[in-house]
T-cell receptor, first 113, second 111 residues
Framework: NAGVMQNPRHLVRRRGQEARLRCSPM?????VYWYRQLPEEGLKFMVY????????ESGMPKERFSAEFPKEGPSILRIQQVVRGDSAAYFC???????????FGSGTRLTVV | TQLLEQSPQFLSIQEGENLTVYCNSS?????LQWYRQEPGEGPVLLVT?????EVKKLKRLTFQFGDARKDSSLHITAAQPGDTGLYLC???FGIGSDMRFGAGTRLTVKP
């Protein structure tokens, strides 16, 4: 997973707080994808971004969740007013283009208490 | 609905045995990939297949893409404890579309 950097690795938030998850894609990769994984389950697509553009956000809840990938800096997945059901591992992946495989980060494990 | 179904969901075998896991969809894949994920880490890409009927080998792993590009299999020969992990298939259903994942096959290889 070298190359895609996610931080923090672990994040604990109280109900009602905001969670900000960061993802720096591999050098040269301009496509970023966010996935959510619950224990014992596969990855659920959330959002696909290119620099300054959201390409597909069909997997992201309409409320409380937002994502951005600014011209400079990492991609951010923001969850406002977190609830216990938001507890999960959130993975970011990047790719150089629209074809080919993804390189994943090590994930951010969000725990809402 | 473009769903990917993987089977079996869980598989526990002894070291040295062979195994096959499957990935199926009712829709045609434009490309399909297999990933392996270890606990606490992100998935790692094993292979990409794009051509119907394609077979790729990676040491003891053999990947096959169905002729109709709706299914794929992963065969592991002489499994080792180091093969233990979650095997995920992921597919694109159109050029340029993002990738959707199956629920995975959780493999345990006992020494």
């Amino acid at each position: 997973n070298a190359g895609v950097m996610q931080n923090p690795r672990h994040l604990v938030r109280r109900r009602g707080q905001e969670a900000r998850l960061r993802c720096s894609p591999m050098k040269g990769h301009s496509h970023v994808y966010w996935y959510r994984q619950l224990p014992e389950e596969g990855l659920k697509f959330m959002v696909y971004l290119q620099k300054e553009n959201i390409i597909d956000e069909s997997g992201m809840p309409k409320e409380r969740f937002s994502a951005e990938f600014p011209k400079e800096g990492p991609s951010i997945l923001r969850i406002q007013q977190v609830v216990r059901g938001d507890s999960a591992a959130y993975f970011c992946a990047s790719s150089p283009g629209q074809l080919g495989g993804y390189t994943f980060g090590s994930g951010t494990r969000l725990t809402v208490v | 609905t473009q769903l990917l179904e993987q089977s079996p969901q869980f598989l526990s075998i002894q070291e040295g045995e062979n195994l096959t896991v499957y990935c199926n969809s009712s829709s045609v894949f434009s490309s399909l990939q297999w990933y392996r994920q270890e606990p606490g880490e992100g998935p790692v890409l094993l292979v990409t297949v794009v051509t119907g009927g394609e077979v790729k080998k990676l040491k003891r792993l053999t990947f096959q893409f169905g002729d109709a590009r709706k299914d794929s299999s992963l065969h592991i020969t002489a499994a080792q404890p180091g093969d233990t992990g979650l095997y995920l298939c992921a597919g694109r259903f159109g050029i340029g579309s993002d990738m959707r994942f199956g629920a995975g096959t959780r493999l345990t290889v006992k020494p």
